[in-house]
Every structure is written in C-alpha cells, then in structure tokens.
C-alpha cells in the first residue's frame, strides 16, 4: 500500500462527535497531524484549538473525497462519524480502496440490554412508520434533525414533538419539517436522567424515538428513563455497514496506526483488524 506516502502524512478525522472529540486528543497526545471535518460550526466548537489541528467546516461528497486527500496531505483516514451517517462512511471506504490508503472505523459500542426494559427495536424509520405503531401517540423524537423530514406527513396522525441540538440549522431543519416552536426544545447532550424524565412528563410523552446511537448519544440513559415511567423507548438499529477495519475501543487507535511501523500482516478479528504491513505514516 503506498497511498501514505503518495498523498501525505497527515490523518484525517472524520468527526462531528463526541466520540472523534477524544480521538483527536488522543492522536494530538501522540504528536500525530490531524485534519478533522465537522458538518456545522457547532460541530467546530467541540475542539480545542492546537498547532497540529486543523478543523474543517462542511460536508465533503463522496466524489469530492480524493480531491482532499490530495490538497491537505492525508495519508490516513480514520473515521469517527455518527454510526447513521452510511453516506460519509461508505464516500470514505470507496476513497480510500481508490487511493489505496488506510482507513479505520471507530465504532462506538452498542448499549445493551435491548428487550428488557421495554425497548422496542426496528430496523429502518420506514418499517416504523409503516408499522402504525406510534398512530395516535404522543411521540417524542430524539432521532437528530436530519431524520425529523421523514415524519413530516404524520403530524395528523401522530401527536409529534421533537429535541434537536441548539443550532440554528437543526432548528430550521425542525420547522420545514413540520414542527411548531411549542413542540421543540433545543439541548446538547449529556442529558441527565432527571432532565430526560422531567422533559418526558411535561410532554406527557407516550413513546419516544430514538437512534441506536450508544452511550455517546444518551441511549442508556433513555432506556432507564423508560423503564422507571413504563413508556416504550423505540431504537432504530444502525444500518449495516461492512467495514474493511474497525475499532471500538479508543485504545486500539494508536497499536493500529503503530502496525503500519511493524510491517505486520497478521489476521485477525474484522471488528479488530490490524494494519495493512505498511510503514506507519511520520505525522509528527
């Protein structure tokens, strides 16, 4: 593989996260050059200002990705986007089979516990939607503002109310889809269990919604608040991504960038993939 030296030496971080937040401290602690892209401003905020950073506002589409690669010296690509976000990953896997470079997926960890607490899990928003289930309930949606345009045809039969993050954009995105002020309330996570109940009994909320989105995106904290109010707590399951190498702990970062150094070549677990037995890229 000879893309790391073709292109650069520098790694970009796919983020917007809280997850891709402490992976850039981590690799900034290990003195490694990091390019990181975030879809909003907000996103832009989470980080700390540092020499070897630079973030990056706005999306970059898949057919635009190899262009990057070359302009800002990337040799690496880990990435650290929301596990919903199929388009960004799978722009990114295609990229780097292209341009022959490493790429790794942090995965976040599933919360576990499903069925046991009143958990209700489907597969797509479209076999929710199609089930009926929600007909007639008050729903709080906590899917993220770029899910909230696929219910906009069911206000009339669905008491609907939504929680986006307090940005002007996920606001705006809440209104075109149908959603009046009264029925929107605008948090940044963490939310605590006392704030996530309180918020569910003023709404008088009957299901809430929610993306499989781990302990990052406050699932184990819903599914508690569930279980103590009995109100079925509805997770759409992440949608199947087949990545070429992935993590879920963010001590596995650094040993597998570190394997590129080693030239090893050893098999193991796809969820624990190591490196592809080339130098590792000097991005100090």
């Known amino acids: 593989m000879l893309g790391v030296f073709a292109y650069g030496r520098k790694i970009w971080l796919i983020g917007g996260t809280s997850d891709s937040v402490d992976i850039a401290g981590l690799l900034l602690d290990n003195n490694y050059q990091i390019v990181v892209t975030v879809a909003t401003e907000g996103g832009k905020n989470l980080y700390a200002s540092h020499q070897n950073l630079l973030v990056m506002v706005g999306k970059i589409p898949a057919q635009n990705m190899g262009l990057f690669i070359k302009k800002h010296h990337i040799g690496v690509i880990i990435d650290a986007s929301h596990p919903f976000a199929v388009n960004v990953s799978q722009g990114a896997i295609a990229t780097c089979h292209r341009y022959d470079i490493p790429y790794l997926r942090y995965e976040r960890p599933l919360v576990t516990n499903h069925g046991r607490d009143g958990t209700i899990t489907f597969s797509s928003f479209e076999s929710l939607l199609s089930s009926n289930f929600l007909q007639g309930k008050r729903v709080l949606l906590t899917v993220g503002c770029q899910s909230l345009h696929l219910f906009k045809d069911y206000h009339h039969t669905i008491d609907l109310y939504a929680r986006v993050l307090p940005y002007a954009d996920s606001l705006t995105q809440a209104y075109q889809a149908g959603f009046k002020g009264d029925r929107l309330i605008a948090l940044r996570?963490?939310?605590?269990?006392?704030?996530?109940?309180?918020?569910?009994?003023?709404?008088?909320?009957?299901?809430?919604?929610?993306?499989?989105?781990?302990?990052?995106?406050?699932?184990?904290?819903?599914?508690?608040?569930?279980?103590?109010?009995?109100?079925?707590?509805?997770?759409?399951?992440?949608?199947?991504?087949?990545?070429?190498?992935?993590?879920?702990?963010?001590?596995?970062?650094?040993?597998?960038?570190?394997k590129f150094n080693d030239g090893g070549d050893d098999d193991h677990d796809h969820d624990h993939d190591d490196g592809d037995g080339v130098q590792k890229p000097e991005l100090n």
């Open 189 to 258: 996570p963490p939310i605590s269990f006392e704030v996530e109940k309180a918020l569910w009994q003023q709404w008088h909320i009957e299901a809430v919604v929610t993306k499989a989105g781990g302990k990052a995106g406050g699932e184990d904290i819903k599914q508690k608040v569930a279980q103590k109010l009995q109100i079925p707590l509805i997770l759409i399951q992440r949608p199947p991504i087949k990545y070429p190498h992935k993590v879920n702990n963010l001590a596995d970062i650094i040993p597998w960038l570190t």
